[in-house]
């Protein structure tokens, strides 16, 4: 005969079953999520244009979330820079997904303040945001602010035919972290694109030419100019390079060149610039970068180039490397800030080369 407590136990029981399979089915909802926003972040991220960008974002956010109806990136775009960009190619039209704001329309989005906007669909916002879709199946709707270095560039929208699918509530932790990701990549996919039409592309090594760096730095140095954050610039030179050309010929020494350059992008983070500045040598701009972290990444960089191997009996290169940086109140003594932040790299690398090679030498300014 069962007893009430047994009854209660498997009452107890059953309700403890139905938990751990509603968790297991929240984790494994959870999981999917979060695979499809990788799968978005993955594609972007090697997107080699700004169409392509639009492209993943428009077609793979419905198909991977169906609730999602429709997807667009509104963008100022005041020197129709983005618009040539999506029209290079032949024939080639502005995707509907892809709608240019101006500074005013965009503020009166309500994303300035960097938070999403969710909620009920809006009939004269849809009608701006969404020209591709069919604006009254449309129930709610969330506007993401896209910022890049600070800077409000507009917003990656998404709307859903249900009316309680977008709302205050909502939790907006993936979709701030997919708006910040795809910034990154539209700036990455536009600077892709501009070095292809401008020629700024070294040949050889595939990364940036001295023309691009030199470009980069005047706008680096303005920027230092108003904001004052820290601005470090590196100098890395292969050691004794025409004994390896003379030694092995050209084709390793392009070779190595190539492989060197490879090694000092690994390091890299978003915004900073590597550019072949002439024969054997690079130079890099890191921006908002101190000279103590400056010098880090610098040292990380030379062991990388250290660890590489050629050949059949595996021989090394090594890369001796100097190091200036404009932090704190110092102010260079000279008109030519960018000019003159390089040739103190160059001078710390002389060093670097008089003092044995492959190692790091730190500018310090009296």
């Given at each position: 005969?069962?007893?009430?407590?047994?009854?209660?136990?498997?009452?107890?029981?059953?309700?403890?079953?139905?938990?751990?399979?509603?968790?297991?089915?929240?984790?494994?909802?959870?999981?999917?999520?979060?695979?499809?926003?990788?799968?978005?972040?993955?594609?972007?991220?090697?997107?080699?244009?700004?169409?392509?960008?639009?492209?993943?974002?428009?077609?793979?956010?419905?198909?991977?979330?169906?609730?999602?109806?429709?997807?667009?990136?509104?963008?100022?775009?005041?020197?129709?820079?983005?618009?040539?960009?999506?029209?290079?190619?032949?024939?080639?039209?502005?995707?509907?997904?892809?709608?240019?704001?101006?500074?005013?329309?965009?503020?009166?989005?309500?994303?300035?303040?960097?938070?999403?906007?969710?909620?009920?669909?809006?009939?004269?916002?849809?009608?701006?945001?969404?020209?591709?879709?069919?604006?009254?199946?449309l129930g709610s709707m969330a506007l993401i602010p896209l910022k890049l270095r600070g800077q409000l560039i507009g917003c990656l929208n998404q709307a859903s035919r249900d009316?309680?699918?977008?709302?205050?509530?909502?939790?907006?932790?993936?979709?701030?972290?997919?708006?910040?990701?795809?910034?990154?990549?539209?700036?990455?996919?536009?600077?892709?694109?501009?070095?292809?039409?401008?020629?700024?592309?070294?040949?050889?090594?595939?990364?940036?030419?001295?023309?691009?760096?030199?470009?980069?730095?005047?706008?680096?140095?303005?920027?230092?100019?108003?904001?004052?954050?820290?601005?470090?610039?590196?100098?890395?030179?292969?050691?004794?390079?025409?004994?390896?050309?003379?030694?092995?010929?050209?084709?390793?020494?392009?070779?190595?060149?190539?492989?060197?350059?490879?090694?000092?992008?690994?390091?890299?983070?978003?915004?900073?610039?590597?550019?072949?500045?002439?024969?054997?040598?690079?130079?890099?701009?890191?921006?908002?970068?101190?000279?103590?972290?400056?010098?880090?990444?610098?040292?990380?960089?030379?062991?990388?180039?250290?660890?590489?191997?050629?050949?059949?009996?595996?021989?090394?290169?090594?890369?001796?490397?100097?190091?200036?940086?404009?932090?704190?109140?110092?102010?260079?003594?000279?008109?030519?800030?960018?000019?003159?932040?390089?040739?103190?790299?160059?001078?710390?690398?002389?060093?670097?080369?008089?003092?044995?090679?492959?190692?790091?030498?730190?500018?310090?300014?009296?």
């Open positions: 005969m069962t007893s009430a407590r047994d009854l209660e136990i498997a009452e107890l029981h059953k309700e403890l079953t139905n938990i751990r399979q509603g968790l297991g089915a929240l984790v494994r909802h959870n999981e999917r999520i979060w695979a499809g926003f990788r799968q978005i972040e993955i594609g972007m991220i090697g997107a080699q244009s700004l169409r392509e960008v639009v492209e993943i974002l428009s077609a793979q956010i419905p198909a991977l979330f169906p609730h999602v109806a429709c997807v667009s990136l509104a963008c100022l775009d005041p020197a129709r820079e983005l618009t040539q960009l999506l029209q290079a190619a032949p024939g080639a039209a502005v995707p509907g997904s892809f709608v240019v704001v101006s500074p005013e329309q965009l503020a009166a989005l309500d994303v300035a303040s960097g938070k999403p906007r969710l909620g009920p669909s809006d009939p004269a916002l849809v009608e701006r945001l969404f020209p591709d879709c069919d604006r009254r199946e009316p309680g699918h977008f709302s205050k509530t909502s939790a907006t932790d993936l979709i701030e972290h997919l708006a910040a990701v795809t910034a990154m990549c539209i700036d990455n996919a536009v600077n892709h694109e501009r070095q292809k039409i401008d020629g700024l592309t070294d040949a050889l090594t595939g990364i940036a030419n001295r023309r691009l760096f030199d470009h980069r730095l005047r706008e680096e140095i303005s920027h230092w100019a108003r904001h004052g954050r820290p601005l470090s610039c590196i100098l890395a030179d292969i050691d004794r390079f025409k004994e390896i050309n003379d030694r092995h010929g050209h084709g390793v020494g392009d070779q190595v060149l190539r492989d060197v350059a490879a090694a000092l992008a690994r390091n890299l983070r978003f915004g900073d610039v590597l550019a072949r500045y002439g024969g054997e040598e690079f130079c890099l701009l890191l921006p908002a970068t101190t000279a103590a972290v400056g010098a880090a990444i610098a040292e990380r960089m030379r062991q990388g180039v250290a660890a590489l191997a050629f050949g059949d009996d595996r021989w090394h290169v090594t890369v001796s490397v100097g190091l200036a940086c404009l932090e704190g109140n110092f102010r260079p003594p000279a008109e030519d800030v960018g000019g003159w932040l390089v040739e103190q790299a160059d001078a710390a690398l002389y060093r670097a080369k008089q003092s044995g090679r492959n190692k790091v030498i730190v500018s310090m300014p009296a």
